[in-house]
């Protein structure tokens, strides 16, 4: 990755619910309009697709640059490079992309391709399909000049090796096992456009692919109304079509925030209590109006607005 050639101050300021990590360029004119968020604490990512927004650059490039931040980084556990494997130790990986026109492309089940949702870009501007998966995905992601990595780093290793003594799948409330960053942005031309990739939950069983790759349920985008991205556990959100529910909830009048909180509640209201899991979501309206919600409390996303990049806790059922 390449050094940023700019200078930031970091400071933190409490400010209603929202814990706001600014992160505010010296000598760069941001674009007022712009907007970019993400799930999760991804600072860099985030602060990257914002930057690049301000630039000019458009929504769906700098969602898609944005989340290779996290892609690329080994400390990510659910993310490309150094995601946690599955039960038989090979790491896989999904994603998918949306753009402003309705266009979308993913990939499933990819191995050794860290920037896979770069590559589901690729499957939706160069093929006439929207998803690839599994070694169909890989073959075009070498045709396309992709280097293979092994995805396995040695902690992720390690991590495996050690559940593989006890072989209990448990899902974690919040970190270690959230399994995605998805990202919307908002370009100077007001579209919106998204990004969400994952390396899926730890330990799966391998072939499982959740929500994140999945158009409607980790992703969705109308540009005459918005966007959503979701995080968590995936099989609860493909249950509702989540992503796609909370656009329509914004088409109907409701406020991002709201939305977030209707979707999230109709898991909710199926589920037993006792039956603990995290899902969230993170919305954007086409005036750029932000919002979010999670059924556990604990998760928090990333909001880049007005050359400032603020981490924000969300609200929660429980």
């Given amino acids: 990755m390449k050094r940023r050639n700019f200078i930031f101050d ?24 712009v907007r970019s968020i993400s799930t999760w604490k991804t600072t860099e990512a985030n602060l990257k697709a914002g930057l690049l927004l301000d630039k000019g650059i458009d929504g769906l490039t700098a969602a898609v640059e944005g989340v290779a931040v996290e892609e690329e980084n080994p400390k990510n556990t659910t993310v ?23 266009d979308c492309g993913a990939v499933v089940a990819v191995e050794n391709i860290v920037n ?22 890989h073959d075009f992601a070498i045709s396309e000049g992709y ?22 799948y448990k899902p974690i409330i919040n970190i270690e096992n959230h ?52 995080t968590g556990l995936g099989e609860e959100v493909l249950k ?40 969230a979501y993170i919305a954007m309206n086409k005036d750029g109006d932000v919002g979010s919600y999670s059924i556990e409390p604990g998760f928090t996303y990333m909001d880049y607005f007005k050359g400032e990049n603020k981490e924000k806790i969300t609200e929660s059922a429980f």
């Fill in 80 to 102: 490309g490079f150094g995601g946690a494997p599955d039960r038989t130790g090979k790491v896989t990986l999904d994603a998918c992309v949306m753009n402003h026109l309705g």
């Fill in 240 to 279: 509702t079509v989540g992503s796609f529910l909370v656009v329509e909830l914004m088409r109907q009048g409701k406020s991002p925030h709201e939305a977030c909180e209707a979707a999230v509640k109709r898991i909710v209201s199926s589920n037993s209590q006792e039956n603990k899991f995290q899902v």
């Fill in 147 to 168: 280097k293979q990595t092994d995805l396995l780093t040695e902690k992720s290793k390690e991590d495996w090796k050690k559940w593989l003594e006890s072989e209990q």
């Fill in 179 to 230: 399994d995605t960053i998805g990202m919307l942005c908002l370009d100077k031309n007001k579209n919106i456009s998204g990004a969400c990739t994952t390396s899926g939950l730890a330990y799966k069983m391998r072939g499982r692919v959740g929500d994140s790759p999945i158009i409607g349920s980790g992703l969705f985008i109308d540009n005459k109304v918005g966007g959503a991205v979701a």
């Fill in 10 to 33: 970091i400071f933190s300021i409490s400010l209603m619910s929202s814990l706001s990590t600014r992160l505010k360029a010296k000598n760069f004119n941001f674009t007022p309009m």
């Fill in 116 to 137: 896979v949702a770069r590559l589901a870009k690729d499957v939706m501007e160069k093929t006439p399909h929207v998803m690839l998966a599994g070694k169909g995905a």
